[in-house]
T-cell receptor, first 114, second 110 residues
Framework: DVKVTQSSRYLVKRTGEKVFLECVQD?????MFWYRQDPGLGLRLIYF???????EKGDIPEGYSVSREKKERFSLILESASTNQTSMYLC?????????????FGQGTRLTVV | GENVEQHPSTLSVQEGDSAVIKCTYS??????FPWYKQELGKGPQLIID?????GEKKDQRIAVTLNKTAKHFSLHITETQPEDSAVYFC?????????FGKGNQVVVIP
């Protein structure tokens, strides 16, 4: 069974802390994505990666960075957490085969910044 | 980039009735249109998808229709059941990524 696993379901962090959200996929997918989900705003793309050590900014990259040192792992980093980064964070992966393929999502990490 | 709009934002239906959610997209180069269902506390899961060379696709009680000329596609759920209550997202592909609509909360009333 295909799987995208996010390291935490719930996280509570303090303002100013450096936060790492980890995501691992076991499908040998080339593409990996980080979204945040907020009520009424849907899924907004933060960063994505087409290959190891490669990253591209999405629609809302400010305040975030990412790391992809291995094909199966994609990390989202909040350099200095702020309360407006309280949100649900979703990781996804997809194959590059063909023009447009299914994205598989993790279960999400609900981050609260206090 | 691609802009995907989804209507309505919420939808309540009586159990057994049909539900229809509509999406429009802006980039005529988009050629892959998936629909995702998100249940409470879970990540979105693909329920059906359609490619631009097809006008309609059906899988049991769910179907998707695509009108490329008008740049809109719709999700149809027939004989709705309580387990269909969820948030549904449409998406359109562009540049090897997906652009998502804002989601639709479907509530099936028993």
């Amino acid at each position: 069974d295909v799987k995208v696993t996010q390291s935490s379901r719930y996280l509570v962090k303090r303002t100013g802390e450096k936060v790492f959200l980890e995501c691992v996929q076991d499908m040998d997918h080339e593409n990996m994505f980080w979204y945040r989900q907020d009520p009424g705003l849907g899924l907004r793309l933060i960063y994505f990666s087409y290959d190891v050590k490669m990253k591209e900014k999405g629609d809302i990259p400010e305040g975030y960075s990412v790391s992809r040192e291995k094909k199966e792992r994609f990390s989202l980093i909040l350099e200095s957490a702020s309360t407006n980064q309280t949100s649900m964070y979703l990781c996804a992966s997809s194959s590059q085969q063909g023009a447009g393929t299914e994205a598989f999502f993790g279960q999400g990490t609900r981050l609260t910044v206090v | 980039g691609e802009n995907v709009e989804q209507h309505p934002s919420t939808l309540s239906v009586q159990e057994g009735d049909s539900a229809v959610i509509k999406c429009t997209y802006s980039d005529s180069a988009s050629n892959y249109f998936p629909w995702y269902k998100q249940e409470l506390g879970k990540g979105p899961q693909l329920i059906i998808d359609i490619r631009s060379n097809v006008g309609e696709k059906k899988d049991q009680r769910i179907a998707v229709t695509l009108n490329k000329t008008a740049k809109h596609f719709s999700l149809h759920i027939t004989e709705t059941q309580p387990e269909d209550s969820a948030v549904y997202f449409c998406a359109a592909s562009f540049n090897n990524r997906l652009a998502f609509g804002k989601g639709n909360q479907v509530v099936v009333i028993p």
